[in-house]
């Protein structure tokens, strides 16, 4: 059933359901009191499953060890995201071995897990959906919402009673930085639509993957350290994309996601900048027009990056910035206008659509930035530009924690950084653009 359907109340439960984080499951008991939490969730879990005929016999002893880690990384995903009042507290889990793989989790300890405590009352559930959408009359499938988890209030009272707290959590449990697989691929995505992605895909453990997951891993032990406020301890992944691409060599895509309930990439501006880096305020520098000036660097064509380049008298500013990022995104100029962008416009803008089509509309844009139409024959599309992007910000942030001891959170083309260190890590984040790209972008502050 669609998370919406029926009442207001189920519409405004559907709306939160959606706002949803992801399940981090790689937390640890590190704690006296974690551990007898665990044993006691491993206690009241396998008598339960004994009692009801879900399991015939008890588990050995690898079984217990292997059991008694998906119960400590799934205890205290839910807790922490009880206080998620956006989503009322829900947080999403993708199940499958494809998806749990690099976690603490199992396919066999979550699907035993999530039955279970359901008719125990430690979590409540709400079953995920296919969304159907219709085309030209036809029905087609579109984005696939995972079930949806939240902690009951006796999970939580029975987690007060050893000393947990969600405020408490990063006393009682931690990441497990060497289980937890800080990359993840996605195959080049099939659907239309603006939020979909490609499927998750298995990769082998090659040299150059542990140099990358190190990285990460690295950097994540780094903000362990870092007194962060405002938001819940962040743990950061690198996602690559395309990865079915016969060309592809971990060099598409590339970003760093923050995961779990700690992701503050998923906050308004506004919110993020109440983010606090070791008791310091901090700014937002952005790359203004950041795949457009990387075109520019890579093509070795003059621009004036002081200008605001999506200002042109023939299109409104909002209109010339889709058409640049669409034309980026497939890598050519367009035939027609993308799905969808009609009527993103008309919600953005509150305007009627021009009368243009998408090959008009790409002219006009040609005339003020003639390299787009070079995009094919450089073999450039979003993914590739977008890995260059990631390379840059992931080297200032890298440079900034080695040579300053400055700790920074990416957003994509910005990063968030202490308000003290703001010229320093501008410098470094221009040079780091200029050693990729050959040309110094301009930074401005969000």
């Known amino acids: ?233 962040p743990t950061l992944r690198r996602v690559f994309n395309n990865g079915d691409d016969t060309d592809f060599d971990w060099n598409k895509g590339g970003r760093l996601y923050a995961i779990g309930p700690g992701n503050y990439q998923s906050l308004k501006a506004v919110e993020r900048s109440k983010i606090t880096l070791n008791g310091q305020p901090t700014v937002e520098l952005d790359v203004r027009a950041s795949h457009l000036t990387i075109v520019y660097g890579l093509l070795g064509a003059p621009f004036d990056v002081r200008k605001d380049p999506y200002q042109t008298p023939e299109l409104d500013r909002p209109l010339a910035k889709k058409i640049v990022n669409a034309m980026i995104s497939k890598g050519q100029p367009l035939d027609k206008w993308p799905r969808g962008t009609k009527a993103e416009y008309l919600a953005e803008t509150g305007k009627p659509f021009p009368k243009l089509t998408g090959k008009q509309a790409s002219q006009i844009v040609l005339k003020y930035h003639p390299c787009l139409a070079e995009l094919t024959k450089a073999a450039l599309d979003w993914s590739k530009i977008q890995f260059i992007e990631s390379e840059v910000l992931f080297a200032a942030m890298r440079e900034l924690r080695d040579e300053y001891d400055v700790p920074t959170l990416p957003v994509h083309d910005s990063l968030i950084v202490p308000q003290e260190n703001k010229e320093v890590a501008e410098n470094v984040l221009k040079h780091r653009f200029f050693l990729e790209c050959g040309i110094v972008p301009n930074i401005q502050e969000k």
Not at 47 to 74: D, H, M, S
């Open 1 to 233: 059933m669609p998370f919406d359907q029926g009442t207001q109340d189920n519409t405004d439960l559907g709306k939160a359901l959606r706002k949803a984080g992801g399940a981090h499951l790689s937390w640890v008991a590190t704690s006296k009191g974690a551990k007898e939490f665990v044993q006691k969730l491993f206690q009241i879990t396998e008598q339960y499953e004994l009692a009801t005929g879900k399991r015939v016999r008890p588990r050995n002893k690898a079984q217990i060890e292997t059991f008694k880690r998906c119960l400590a990384t799934w205890a205290p995903a839910l807790i922490r995201h009880s206080t998620n009042q956006e989503s009322r507290g829900y947080l999403y889990c993708l199940s499958g071995q494809d998806n749990l793989k690099g976690t603490c989790m199992t396919d066999r300890g979550f699907r035993s897990i999530t039955e279970t405590w359901a008719e125990l009352g430690l979590h409540e559930v709400r079953k995920g959906y296919q969304q159907i959408g219709t085309f030209e009359g036809a029905e087609i499938k579109m984005k696939r919402w995972a079930n949806r988890y939240r902690a009951t209030d006796t999970l939580l009272h029975l987690a007060a009673t050893y000393g947990i707290f969600p405020e408490s959590l990063k006393q009682h449990f931690c990441t497990d930085q060497e289980r937890f697989n800080p990359i993840r691929l996605r195959a080049r995505k099939t659907g239309r639509g603006k939020h979909e992605t490609g499927k998750i895909v298995a990769f082998s453990n090659t040299l150059k993957v542990q140099m990358l997951a190190q990285d990460v891993r690295e950097y994540n032990a780094y903000l362990e350290d870092q007194d962060i406020g405002g938001i819940p301890q």
